[in-house]
């Protein structure tokens, strides 16, 4: 591997109003199919549009345009419309896109962030300039938490005696290593992977336990990150995965 730790992503575009290219990981994808019919859902999120059985199951299906603003697809609309079947945060969640262009490859660095003056209840996680077109990654996970609220919820966790002092003891700190470094995988610019494989590159920094973080329910995901030398990855969010992570971590920084 070389000095520099290159973690190419591909990205699947997509319109949902007028002309404008919009963009998620393909390694959150499952699969793409026509519109079909729905089953609808009482008392549900106004973009919730109904369920699509998905082999054998039967999943959710978010009016992508009207959860995150736009007007929503009409009846005509959506027959002519994609839904793009997904797993995401171990839930597989639909999205109804008003067209499906294509999957292109592309280095996080060259991911821009958003523009600060979009705060951080825009939908965007970041830009990517494409050939001239500017493509807006979509932030799923934001806009799943906007749809179904209880998925914000914190989980709590109760340690035990042992489990407190253990922690207690250590210096535990989000991104910069110390004892323990926890980060996300997926982040534009310097992602998790070439976070972890500069930190095991660096001989002057003390060697910390490395738990990378991810959405994608993928075991590609997984392996790359023992490959640039995580201790473990974990997909995201399970409070009680992650205390154990950080207890095993725990015990090696003794």
Same mark, same amino acid.
Not at 9 to 29: A, D, V, Y
Not at 52 to 81: C, N, W
Not at 145 to 154: G, H, M
Not at 206 to 225: D, F, G, R, V, W
């Given at each position: ?23 998620? /990981?393909?390694?959150?994808? $499952?699969?793409? *199919? ?7 859902? %009482? ?5 919730? @549009? ?6 054998? &199951?039967?999943? %959710? ?9 736009? %007007? %929503?697809?009409?009846?005509? !609309?959506? !027959?002519?419309? &994609? ?6 945060? $171990? ?13 292109? !490859? ?7 962030? #958003?523009?600060?003056?979009? /705060? ?7 830009? *990517? ?21 209880? &998925? ?14 253990? *922690?207690?003891?250590?210096?535990? *700190? ?13 982040? #534009?610019?310097?992602?998790?992977? !070439? ?14 336990? @490395? ?44």
């Amino acid at each position: 591997m070389s000095s520099k730790a290159k973690q190419t992503q591909k990205l699947l575009l997509f319109r949902l109003s007028g002309e404008r290219l919009f963009g998620i /990981g393909t390694l959150k994808i $499952r699969e793409i *199919l026509p519109f079909m019919r729905l089953t609808k859902l %009482p008392h549900s999120h106004h973009a919730v @549009i109904g369920t699509a059985t998905f082999r054998g &199951s039967a999943v %959710p299906v978010i009016d992508m345009a009207a959860a995150v603003g736009y %007007p %929503p697809l009409s009846r005509e !609309e959506q !027959e002519k419309a &994609s839904i793009i079947i997904t797993d995401i945060q $171990r839930q597989e969640i639909g999205f109804l896109v008003r067209s499906v262009q294509q999957i292109i !490859e592309t280095d996080w660095k060259q991911v821009m962030p #958003p523009p600060k003056a979009l /705060g951080n209840k825009a939908f965007i996680t970041g830009l *990517l300039d494409v050939d001239g077109d500017i493509i807006q990654l979509l932030d799923v996970e934001l806009l799943l938490a906007k749809v179904y609220p209880e &998925s914000l919820d914190t989980q709590e966790v109760v340690l035990t005696d042992v489990q407190s002092e253990t *922690l207690k003891a250590l210096n535990i *700190l989000m991104v910069d290593p110390t004892d323990i470094l926890v980060s996300d995988i997926e982040m #534009p610019g310097l992602d998790g992977y !070439e976070l972890a494989f500069n930190v095991r590159d660096n001989s002057a920094l003390k060697q910390p336990y @490395i738990i990378l973080h991810t959405s994608l329910n993928s075991e590609m995901s997984l392996s790359y990150a023992n490959q640039v030398g995580a201790n473990e990855a974990l997909t995201k969010f399970d409070a009680e995965e992650l205390l154990q992570a950080m207890l095993r971590g725990a015990e090696q920084a003794r």
